[in-house]
Each structure stands twice: as structure tokens, then as C-alpha cells.
């Protein structure tokens, strides 16, 4: 079995212990032993991104942007195999693995042009004869701590900013998704950064995640991951004034209109809450319709999520893959009996299934009869389920995706431009989709939600400069 280091001031590093990366389509496939650091070698990483910063933060920006050229140009040329990586161990389907992997490629290659796209302002004084100009700094050594459900685009849209704004990095993969990680810290490490810029340390969160949020040296924390998680790292961030980045959870809606065209309604829906298993932060798991429509589309879709082909991530024609883990399959189940004790009505889905081989196979569960107050409306499940409430109209289906904890994204499904219109102006969330999924976002423009979901400056675009640099007024007299 092959064991997979860590990267530590351009070094490959063993560590005190390994974990096993397992596929969640096939258990008995293992995909290697990926490291497991302890804080001394956290502490390691960080010093190492310490010492790189103040040549790099001063460093060529050409060199800069080749470095991250070359790191994208490498992801896209190798998306078939990275993506089938990406597959085997989150469990997501062969199209969408690429597809995530592709986007990585692409962030990459939108930073590299980003780097010798800054810009400053420059500004007459109040003060005759004084001049100010206005310009973005790097911060220091950035602390990325990520989540599994994305393993290759999250670590992207958060290292490739980091880097590109002259910061160094060390990057702490989440538990169950070493591969990609590893995978694709192999291709920074060709890249020609100097020893110290960019650091790998897999292992867990108590040990190296909270080393990375306590250690005096790390100047800023980019975290996307779960609620709760994200909570307690804010305490600890915000105690000693880090700066701070939190993406968290959603429990998003889609509306669902009298008005909405049937097919591109259920489509929608169905992208939007089972794809990828459900496990998008941006997954429409509320599905909000209003009384006219809502018989046909609870039909129409039942059909839908009936026909949806649940097996091997791998295998071809494969709609839906497995459950990432066993405990994230334990929760699955548990909101579905939840939400039965609450009273809505489970319509189809929610049993294990067998396939050839081993895996945390569930069938695409949905509900009817719910109501926003119930838990399966207000925490997220984070699985292949999802929750149908009726409305009267758009006024109270309106009022009902904004009555949540959460806020990153919404979606609404509409024929009338009235609706789309008010929608957009008085969604609560961070991204507001209409007639699209409320899954699926560009890499070009900003990312992040509002309420519970998100903390902090928005990531990725030219939004991201917001976190990755540090702003300087500067006055000059003659
Ligand atoms: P998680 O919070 O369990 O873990 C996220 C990361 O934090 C992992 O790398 C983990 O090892 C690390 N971690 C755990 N404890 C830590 C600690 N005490 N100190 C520092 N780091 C620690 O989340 P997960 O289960 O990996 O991911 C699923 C969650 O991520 C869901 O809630 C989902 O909504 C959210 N998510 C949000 C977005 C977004 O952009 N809003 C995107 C994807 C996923």
C-alpha cells in the first residue's frame, strides 16, 4: 500500500501515523495511507510558511503568475485522472469529479492573470501638494482549513487567491478526502514556488486544525466546513485577532411558482437537492411550491427521483453515488426518521440499497407534507434528501425560504419577470439563482452567503483581494 507524505518546506515529510482513504462505492478499495501530522509538525509547516513570507511577499509577480499557470494548466491537462481520483474517494459521480476538477484547473488560471492585474488608487489630499495612493498588501501566512465535499475546488478557490496575493500558505485537508489534497500539493511542489510558500499537513482537526487557529504566526484563517466547527474556530480566531473567513453550512430553498415552467422546474430541483448526494452547502433541500402547481410538481418529480440511478461513483450512467462515510450516512437516516416522528410524509427513498460491491448506498429521499418549522426544514441533513412545503403564493413562499438560520444560497422557478425581479432584490441569501440550480456557481465572480452560512469578505473573483490582502494609505508631500 503506498503511503502519501506531507509537504513541509518543500520537503515530503512522513508523520507519527497514516490513515487508510477509503472509497465510499466499494469499502475494500483502499486508495493509499495519506499521513497523519502531529501539532509539532504543524508547528513545523508554520514556521516554514513564516520564514517564506517576506521574499515572497516581495518576490516577481511574473514568476508569481507563471507558478500558478503552470499549477492549473497541469490540473487541466490531467482532469480525467484526478477526476476519477476525486470520485473514487468522495463518492460523486465520474462527471461531476471532472467537472470539480476542471474547475480547480480553471481558478488556478484566473489568479495566475490576477496577479499582475492588482491595481491601487490614487488620490489628491485634502492638503495641497500632498498625494495619497491607496494599495493592497499581502497578509502573512494564511491558515486553510477545508471540508471534504469539495476536495479539489474549495482547496483551489482558497490557495490559489492566497498565493497570488504574495501570501504563503499551509493547507489542512479534511479527514476523509486526502487524495486530491495530495494530489494536488504534488503539482505545487513542480511548480517552481520556493521551499515554504505552500505547505501540506493532513491530520486531524483537534490536532492540526486547531494548532494552525492558535498559533500566533498564522495571520489569517480560511475556513469552510460545518457550523459548528466553524463557531468554534471564530472564538479562538477572533480571541487573538486573526483575521477570519468562515463558510459554513445552508438549508437552502427553492420556490417553486404557479407560473414555473413543469420540466425546467423538476430539472432544477432535482439538480439542485440530490445531485452530488446531496452534499453541496448549496443544495435546495427546502422545496417551497405554491398550491397551484404543487400536486404535478410533487409528481413530475417523484417520477424524476424514482428513474435516478444510485451506484458505484465510478460506474457509467451512474445519476447519484454513495454517502461520503458512515457517520454522515448515520445522520442521513436519523433525519429521516425525524422527520417521520414530525409528521411529513416520506413519499419515496430513504432505504439502504446493495450494489456489487460494499458501499453507504441510500436511495434519494423525499417529503411532502412538511412544514418550515420541522428540523428536516431548518438543519441541514447534508445527504439525498429533501422537503416539499406548500405555499398560498409568492408572498408566503417568499417569507418562507427567508424564515432560516442560514443564508448562502436561494433559487426561485418562475415564468413571470415580476417575480424573478422582486426575488432577487428580497432574497436573504448571498446568491440568489432563478431558473437555475441553487447548486453550481462560476469561478469568476463571488462566492459566499449571509445569516449562519458565512463570516467574512466573500471568496473567490476579484472579491477574494478582500481577505487575501491588507489594505495601506500611503501620503506623500514633495
Ligand atoms: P467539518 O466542520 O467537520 O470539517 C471541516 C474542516 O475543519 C475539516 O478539515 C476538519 O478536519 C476541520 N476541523 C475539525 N475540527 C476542527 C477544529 N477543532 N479546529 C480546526 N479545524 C477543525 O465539516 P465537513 O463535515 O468536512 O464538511 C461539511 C460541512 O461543510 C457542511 O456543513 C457544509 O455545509 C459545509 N460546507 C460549506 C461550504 C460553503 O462554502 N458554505 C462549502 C462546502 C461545505
Given at each position: 500500500?503506498?503511503?502519501?507524505?506531507?509537504?513541509?518546506?518543500?520537503?515530503?515529510?512522513?508523520?507519527?501515523?497514516?490513515?487508510?482513504?477509503?472509497?465510499?462505492?466499494?469499502?475494500?478499495?483502499?486508495?493509499?495511507?495519506?499521513?497523519?501530522?502531529?501539532?509539532?509538525?504543524?508547528?513545523?509547516?508554520?514556521?516554514?510558511?513564516?520564514?517564506?513570507?517576506?521574499?515572497?511577499?516581495?518576490?516577481?509577480?511574473?514568476?508569481?503568475?507563471n507558478?500558478?499557470?503552470?499549477?492549473?494548466?497541469?490540473?487541466?491537462?490531467?482532469?480525467?485522472?484526478?477526476?476519477?481520483?476525486?470520485?473514487?474517494?468522495?463518492g460523486?459521480?465520474?462527471?461531476e469529479?471532472?467537472?470539480?476538477?476542471?474547475?480547480?484547473?480553471?481558478i488556478?488560471?484566473?489568479?495566475?492573470?490576477?496577479v499582475?492585474?492588482?491595481?491601487?488608487?490614487?488620490?489628491?489630499?485634502?492638503?495641497?501638494?500632498?498625494?495619497?495612493?491607496?494599495?493592497?498588501?499581502?497578509?502573512?501566512?494564511?491558515?486553510?482549513?477545508?471540508?471534504?465535499?469539495?476536495?479539489?475546488?474549495?482547496?483551489?478557490?482558497?490557495?490559489?487567491?492566497?498565493?497570488?496575493?504574495?501570501?504563503?500558505?499551509v493547507?489542512?485537508?479534511?479527514?476523509?478526502?486526502?487524495?486530491?489534497?495530495?494530489?494536488?500539493?504534488?503539482?505545487?511542489?513542480?511548480?517552481?514556488?520556493?521551499?515554504?510558500?505552500?505547505?501540506?499537513?493532513?491530520?486531524?482537526?483537534?490536532?492540526?486544525?486547531?494548532?494552525?487557529?492558535?498559533?500566533?504566526?498564522?495571520?489569517?484563517?480560511?475556513?469552510?466546513?460545518?457550523?459548528?466547527?466553524?463557531?468554534?474556530?471564530?472564538?479562538?480566531?477572533i480571541?487573538?485577532?486573526?483575521?477570519?473567513?468562515?463558510?459554513?453550512?445552508?438549508?437552502n430553498?427553492?420556490?417553486?411558482?404557479?407560473?414555473?415552467?413543469?420540466?425546467?422546474?423538476?430539472?432544477?430541483?432535482?439538480?439542485?437537492?440530490?445531485?452530488?448526494?446531496?452534499?453541496?452547502?448549496?443544495?435546495?433541500?427546502?422545496?417551497?411550491?405554491?398550491?397551484?402547481?404543487?400536486?404535478?410538481?410533487?409528481?413530475?418529480?417523484?417520477?424524476?427521483?424514482?428513474?435516478?440511478?444510485?451506484?458505484?461513483?465510478?460506474?457509467?450512467?451512474?445519476?447519484?453515488?454513495?454517502?461520503?462515510?458512515?457517520?454522515?450516512?448515520?445522520?442521513?437516516?436519523?433525519?429521516?426518521?425525524i422527520?417521520?416522528?414530525?409528521?411529513?410524509?416520506?413519499?419515496?427513498?430513504?432505504?439502504?440499497?446493495?450494489?456489487?460491491?460494499?458501499?453507504?448506498?441510500?436511495?434519494?429521499?423525499?417529503?411532502?407534507?412538511?412544514?418550515?418549522?420541522?428540523?428536516?426544514?431548518?438543519?441541514?441533513?447534508?445527504?439525498?434528501?429533501?422537503?416539499?412545503?406548500?405555499?398560498?403564493?409568492?408572498?408566503?413562499?417568499?417569507?418562507?425560504?427567508?424564515?432560516?438560520?442560514?443564508?448562502?444560497?436561494?433559487?426561485?422557478?418562475?415564468?413571470?419577470?415580476?417575480?424573478?425581479?422582486?426575488f432577487?432584490?428580497?432574497?436573504?441569501?448571498?446568491?440568489?439563482?432563478?431558473?437555475?440550480?441553487?447548486?453550481?456557481?462560476?469561478?469568476?465572480?463571488?462566492?459566499?452567503?449571509?445569516?449562519?452560512?458565512?463570516?467574512?469578505?466573500?471568496?473567490?473573483?476579484?472579491?477574494?483581494?478582500?481577505?487575501?490582502?491588507?489594505?495601506?494609505?500611503?501620503?506623500?508631500?514633495?
Amino acid at each position: 500500500m503506498q503511503t502519501y507524505d506531507n509537504y513541509i518546506s518543500g520537503e515530503w515529510l512522513a508523520s507519527v501515523s497514516t490513515t487508510p482513504n477509503r472509497n465510499p462505492s466499494n469499502l475494500a478499495d483502499v486508495i493509499g495511507e495519506y499521513a497523519q501530522a502531529d501539532a509539532e509538525q504543524a508547528k513545523g509547516a508554520i514556521a516554514a510558511a513564516a520564514k517564506a513570507f517576506p521574499a515572497w511577499a516581495m518576490g516577481s509577480i511574473q514568476e508569481r503568475a507563471n507558478s500558478l499557470d503552470k499549477i492549473g494548466s497541469e490540473i487541466l491537462a490531467r482532469k480525467d485522472e484526478l477526476g476519477r481520483l476525486l470520485s473514487r474517494e468522495e463518492g460523486k459521480t465520474l462527471p461531476e469529479g471532472v467537472g470539480e476538477v476542471t474547475r480547480a484547473g480553471q481558478i488556478f488560471r484566473f489568479f495566475a492573470g490576477e496577479v499582475v492585474r492588482m491595481s491601487g488608487e490614487k488620490l489628491a489630499s485634502i492638503r495641497p501638494g500632498v498625494e495619497i495612493e491607496v494599495t493592497r498588501e499581502p497578509i502573512g501566512v494564511i491558515g486553510i482549513i477545508t471540508p471534504w465535499n469539495f476536495p479539489i475546488a474549495i482547496p483551489a478557490w482558497k490557495i490559489a487567491p492566497a498565493l497570488a496575493y504574495g501570501n504563503t500558505v499551509v493547507f489542512k485537508p479534511a479527514d476523509f478526502v486526502p487524495g486530491c489534497a495530495w494530489a494536488l500539493a504534488d503539482i505545487i511542489a513542480r511548480a517552481g514556488l520556493p521551499p515554504g510558500v505552500f505547505n501540506l499537513v493532513m491530520g486531524r482537526g483537534s490536532v492540526v486544525g486547531e494548532t494552525m487557529v492558535n498559533h500566533p504566526s498564522v495571520a489569517a484563517i480560511s475556513f469552510t466546513g460545518s457550523v459548528s466547527t466553524g463557531r468554534g474556530i471564530a472564538a479562538k480566531a477572533i480571541a487573538r485577532m486573526a483575521k477570519l473567513q468562515l463558510e459554513m453550512g445552508g438549508k437552502n430553498p427553492l420556490v417553486v411558482l404557479d407560473d414555473a415552467d413543469l420540466a425546467t422546474a423538476v430539472n432544477v430541483a432535482v439538480q439542485g437537492a440530490y445531485y452530488s448526494t446531496g452534499q453541496r452547502c448549496t443544495a435546495s433541500s427546502r422545496l417551497i411550491v405554491t398550491t397551484g402547481i404543487h400536486d404535478r410538481f410533487v409528481a413530475a418529480l417523484a417520477d424524476k427521483v424514482k428513474a435516478l440511478k444510485v451506484d458505484d461513483a465510478l460506474a457509467q450512467g451512474t445519476d447519484i453515488g454513495p454517502v461520503v462515510d458512515q457517520s454522515q450516512l448515520d445522520q442521513d437516516l436519523s433525519y429521516l426518521d425525524i422527520g417521520r416522528k414530525e409528521g411529513a410524509t416520506l413519499v419515496l427513498g430513504g432505504e439502504r440499497l446493495k450494489r456489487q460491491h460494499d458501499g453507504y448506498y441510500l436511495a434519494p429521499a423525499l417529503f411532502t407534507e412538511a412544514s418550515n418549522d420541522m428540523r428536516i426544514s431548518r438543519e441541514e441533513i447534508f445527504g439525498p434528501v429533501a422537503s416539499v412545503i406548500r405555499a398560498k403564493d409568492y408572498d408566503e413562499a417568499l417569507a418562507l425560504a427567508n424564515d432560516t438560520e442560514f443564508g448562502l444560497s436561494t433559487g426561485i422557478v418562475t415564468t413571470s419577470l415580476k417575480y424573478a425581479s422582486h426575488f432577487k432584490r428580497h432574497a436573504q441569501a448571498g446568491m440568489v439563482m432563478v431558473n437555475v440550480p441553487t447548486a453550481g456557481v462560476d469561478y469568476h465572480v463571488p462566492f459566499g452567503g449571509r445569516k449562519g452560512s458565512s463570516y467574512g469578505p466573500r471568496e473567490q473573483g476579484r472579491y477574494a483581494a478582500e481577505f487575501f490582502t491588507i489594505v495601506k494609505t500611503a501620503y506623500t508631500a514633495p
